[in-house]
C-alpha cells in the first residue's frame, strides 16, 4: 500500500514544498503561497534523473473508471527508461513542473487533500526542486507512480495510446482533456518546457476526435 502523506516524518507545524507535474501544474493544491510559486528548470531523483512519461496510471478513480481505466502521467528514472522500447527516440534531459510553498498553518489540511487526490497508483517520494532562477534548490514532496505499482502500464504504441484517452472518461472529466490541459500548461511555463511525448500524443487525439466530428456532421 502507498505511503500517505500523513504518514512522513513531517512536522506538520513547518511549511513544506510540493512538486507539481500533471494536472497539478494547472490545478494547484489549495492554500499554497503564491510567493513560493517557482518553475522547475531540472528534477534529479537521487543520482538518476526523472523523465516524464504518459505510460502511466491505469486512472481508475478521476479521468476513468475501473471497468474502462483513463491514462495519466508519471516520472520514471532515466535508467529505467532507457531498457525499455519507447516509440520516441529520446527523452527531454529537464522535467518542468511547479514548486507549491504550502503554509505552516494548512500543512495537515493539504496533505490529506493530496491523498485523497493523488493515492491511486502513486507514492510518496523526496526530491531536490532546483529553481529556473538559479536560486537554491528545495527539498520537494512529489507523488510518483513507480514501475512496481500495479498501476504502471509501461510503453505503449502512442496511436492505441490517442484512441484509448479519446475513449476514457471519469469522475474527473474526459481523460483528453487532462492530455490537452498538461500539453498547454507545460508550454505556458516556459519557451523550452515543452514536452514532445505530450504534444505528439495531444496531437493524436485531436486528429481523432477531428475524424470522429466529421464524420458525424
Given amino acids: 500500500m502507498p505511503a500517505t502523506a500523513n504518514t512522513t516524518n513531517d512536522d506538520a507545524a513547518s511549511e513544506f514544498w510540493l512538486y507539481g507535474y500533471g494536472s497539478l501544474i494547472w490545478k494547484p493544491p489549495p492554500h499554497f503561497g503564491k510567493v513560493g510559486f517557482t518553475l522547475c528548470l531540472v528534477l534529479h531523483h537521487g543520482d538518476d534523473c526523472l523523465i516524464l512519461t504518459f505510460w502511466l496510471v491505469l486512472s481508475e478513480d478521476h479521468r476513468g473508471t475501473p471497468e474502462a481505466p483513463g491514462r495519466v502521467v508519471t516520472l520514471i528514472e532515466r535508467s529505467y527508461w532507457e531498457k525499455l522500447t519507447d516509440h520516441h527516440d529520446s527523452a527531454p534531459e529537464k522535467v518542468w513542473g511547479v514548486a507549491y510553498r504550502i503554509v505552516p498553518e494548512k500543512v495537515s489540511e493539504v496533505k490529506e487533500y493530496l491523498d485523497i487526490r493523488e493515492i491511486n497508483g502513486y507514492s510518496i517520494h523526496y526530491t531536490p526542486f532546483y529553481p529556473a532562477d538559479g536560486s537554491t534548490p528545495m527539498e520537494t514532496l512529489v507523488y510518483i507512480g513507480t514501475p512496481d505499482n500495479e498501476q504502471f502500464v509501461g510503453p505503449q504504441d502512442?496511436?492505441?495510446?490517442?484512441?484509448?484517452?479519446?475513449?476514457?472518461?471519469?469522475?474527473?472529466?474526459?481523460?483528453?482533456?487532462?492530455?490537452?490541459?498538461?500539453?498547454?500548461?507545460?508550454?505556458?511555463?516556459?519557451?523550452?518546457?515543452?514536452?514532445?511525448?505530450?504534444?505528439?500524443?495531444?496531437?493524436?487525439?485531436?486528429?481523432l476526435e477531428h475524424s470522429v466530428n466529421g464524420t458525424s456532421s
Fill in 158 to 207: 502512442p496511436q492505441k495510446l490517442a484512441q484509448h484517452i479519446l475513449n476514457s472518461k471519469g469522475p474527473s472529466g474526459l481523460n483528453r482533456d487532462y492530455l490537452y490541459g498538461l500539453d498547454t500548461a507545460l508550454n505556458e511555463l516556459s519557451p523550452e518546457s515543452g514536452d514532445y511525448h505530450v504534444s505528439d500524443l495531444a496531437q493524436r487525439v485531436r486528429a
